[in-house]
């Protein structure tokens, strides 16, 4: 077992960090800015070259969904708990699983920019009501997990140079936060394209890279790294067998459903993920790109277990606790041990530029539901200019990059993970509910979807505020309060069902005539005739 010290990830490595991710930055901001829409169409802006090819679609796929959370946060759940972690790591592919076999073709044969255009489409008299709904969803969903992206970009510079200074802090928030603003605001879906299209290649090559030099190192025996990983992990044999991080009760088992359900069921709600479901020209192009993006993140979901069980063995369990509690340094550590400081400094650069393409794509889908939903659509009724639509989306992306800039530079201690999985739990449990019952239930209405979008988004929020995630533990909130009576970290397994709940209890008592435009909605979404 290999101990290595805080400072091991040393100014060398701090440094060829640095020159890495300048040269990728400078390199796609210029790239971006010259794809970036050259005429007042949104379409263009909205969602780009409508005729890449299915490998293209998938790679932007990969790199809209995979965050820093899978390189820094998965590896570090696998190196510190074994099997559990590989357990959590398996929820990514169940859920492209099921945006493949359930939305995909269906809400690209219905939608045109969001999924407010579909839900448009299937209660065209309450439209306005509905859209409202889904932007305030949007809205708060996509700033936390903005938020999440920024907070892990001072969380990644720590390992670096210690706990920065408020200034520091400020600094790497504002140069992060300034980088996403001008991809999104400027370069549009071209640009954001572009950079999650790098982004993926370069996740892609060092993954592997990394995964290939921990077999190569243990003469691809897999039994001989699981049996190292093991007596290095300090549990034995429990690392190799479920309930090391999820096994200490009833409680810990149902936060692991929890929080798989949400993963699981969230994606198919993630504005910036079904931004790219619209892209596609055709539902062919969807649906192979779908499985693309689908094999590409399970490769990555794969060789990020293999990393993790690697870190555990050549570093130990001791070397990467006394770094961070957490587990997030854990590839970096096993980098600095196998790879040195090249190494080292390839996987930090390119979490920092996994934070710039998330939070990118994060930026221009919340533009697009403002700018759209609820100027073009609400305010303006459908009369708005493509050139003023164009604007106010620039604008609403320079407003929304500022916004979560100014909210990760407050001084409350909440972990990045913790802020990304309320943003599964919000889409799992108002924007899939809503979703779900608006492609396949004929009975489905407008009071409903209110029901489902703004019920689930305040059950969400409401049980986290009174989970351990605010008070009562050591790593709440505000640990010395005492007013979490939900037990769970993650409310997906209540707020779920209470979304679908209550969208059935709004339709069920609602008038039958809000549901009457489902039948003509129902060809649209299994021939997509008429699409734009």
Known sequence: MVTISAGAINRFSLQLTFILFVTVVVVTLFTALLMAPQRDEISEFYLGNRNMSPLRNGLAMCGDYLSAATLLGSTGLVALTGYDGLLYLSGTTVAWIMVLLLIAEPLHNTGRFTIGDT???????????????????????????????????????????????????????????GIVVVYAALGGMPGATFIQIIKAVMLLAGIAITAVIVLARFHWNLDALLSTAARNSGAGQRFLESGLRYGGGMTSKLDFLSLELAIVLGLAGLPHVVMRLLAPRTSRTLRTSVVWGMGLI??????????????????????????????????????????????????????????????????????????????????????????????????????????????????????????????????????????????????????????????????????????????????????????????????????????????????????????????EFEVRSLVGAGRH
């Open 119 to 177: 839900m448009a489409l299937r209660m065209p008299r309450f439209q306005r009501p509905v859209r409202i709904a889904l932007s305030v969803c949007t809205l708060v969903l996509t700033t936390l997990y903005l938020v999440a992206q920024f907070s892990g970009s001072v969380a990644l510079l720590s390992q670096f140079v210690g706990e920065p200074s408020q200034t520091t802090r400020t600094l790497c928030v504002l140069v992060i936060g």
């Open 298 to 519: 399970g490769f990555v979901c794969l060789a990020a277990g293999i990393v993790g069980i690697g870190a555990t063995a050549v570093v130990g369990r001791d070397g990467i606790t006394q770094v961070d509690s957490k587990g997030d340094v854990a590839i970096l550590l096993l980098a600095q041990s196998i790879g040195g400081g090249v190494l080292t400094a390839l996987l930090s650069s390119l979490a920092f530029v996994t934070l710039l393409a998330v939070a990118a794509g994060l930026t221009l889908a919340a533009a697009t539901s403002l700018a759209h939903d609820l100027y073009g659509e609400v305010l303006r009724k459908g009369q708005a200019t493509e050139a003023q639509e164009l604007g106010v989306a620039r604008m609403a992306a320079v407003l929304i990059g500022v916004l979560g800039m100014l909210l990760a530079l407050l001084p409350w201690e909440i972990s990045a993970a913790s802020l990304a999985f309320l943003a599964f739990a919000i889409a799992a449990s108002a924007i899939v509910p809503a979703l779900v019952y608006t492609l396949f239930w004929s009975r489905f209405t407008a009071r409903g979807a209110l029901l489902s979008l703004y019920g689930g988004l305040i059950v969400s929020v409401l049980l986290v505020v009174f989970s351990p995630v605010f008070s009562s533990a050591p790593s709440s909130i505000y640990p010395d309060a005492d007013f979490a009576w939900f037990p769970l970290q993650n409310p997906g397994i209540v707020s779920i069902p209470a979304g679908f709940l209550l969208g059935w209890v709004g339709s069920v008592t609602g008038s039958r005539q809000e549901a009457d435009d489902y039948e």
